[in-house]
C-alpha cells in the first residue's frame, strides 16, 4: 500500500541541531567566564544549566507536517493538528517572532512560521490546495490579506532562490 503524500518542514533538523547547540554552547561559555574570573560557584553554576535548559526550550523549533486535509505541529512538549481543507481563519502576528495562526472550523489552531512554508514548496503546496477547498465550501471568514502576505513572502523566497542557483544574484 502506497502511503499518503505528504510533507514536511526539511530544515527542522538543523534548527534543532542549532537549538540545542546554543543552549548547551551559551551556558558553557558563561561557565568558562565564571571560571576564568575566579567567581565560579555551584549556584552558578546552576543558574547557568537553568538558562541553557530556557534557551533549549524556547528556540526548539516546531516539527510541520501535512498530508491532504491536516497539518500537524509538533513542539518540544505539545502537539497541535488543524484541518485545513476546512480552515476557519489565517492570521499573520508580527513580533519577535512573525507566526501564522491557522484555526479550524472545530477550533483547532496551529502556529507556524511563515518561512517553514517559503522554504519547503511541497508543504506550502499542500497548504495552497487546501486553502483553496476551504475557501470554495465556504467555511473561511478570514484571512485573504494574510495568504496574500504569505504568498508575496514565498515567491520573494523562490526568486532569491532562483537568483541564487543561476548565478544572477
Do not use: C, Y
Request: proline fraction near 5%; glycine fraction near 10%.
Amino acid at each position: 500500500m502506497k502511503p499518503p503524500p505528504g510533507a514536511w518542514n526539511g530544515e527542522w533538523a538543523a534548527d534543532a541541531r542549532a537549538a540545542a547547540g546554543i543552549a548547551l554552547g551559551f551556558p558553557l561559555l558563561l561557565v568558562g567566564v565564571d571560571t576564568a574570573a575566579g567567581s565560579i560557584s555551584g549556584t552558578r553554576a546552576l543558574l547557568w544549566t537553568g538558562l541553557g535548559l530556557v534557551l533549549f526550550a524556547v528556540l526548539w523549533p516546531a516539527k510541520v507536517s501535512a498530508v491532504p486535509g491536516l497539518l500537524t505541529t509538533r513542539g518540544l512538549v505539545r502537539r497541535h493538528h488543524v484541518h485545513t481543507d476546512r480552515l476557519a481563519s489565517v492570521n499573520w502576528h508580527d513580533g519577535i517572532a512573525q507566526r501564522l495562526l491557522l484555526e479550524d472550523t472545530d477550533g483547532n489552531r496551529a502556529e507556524v512560521d511563515p518561512r517553514v512554508f517559503a522554504a519547503n514548496p511541497p508543504l506550502w503546496h499542500l497548504l495552497d490546495r487546501d486553502i483553496r477547498t476551504s475557501l470554495s465550501h465556504g467555511t473561511m471568514r478570514d484571512g485573504q490579506q494574510a495568504l496574500r502576505r504569505l504568498s508575496r513572502t514565498i515567491d520573494r523566497e523562490a526568486s532569491r532562490t532562483v537568483f541564487k542557483v543561476s548565478g544572477l544574484g
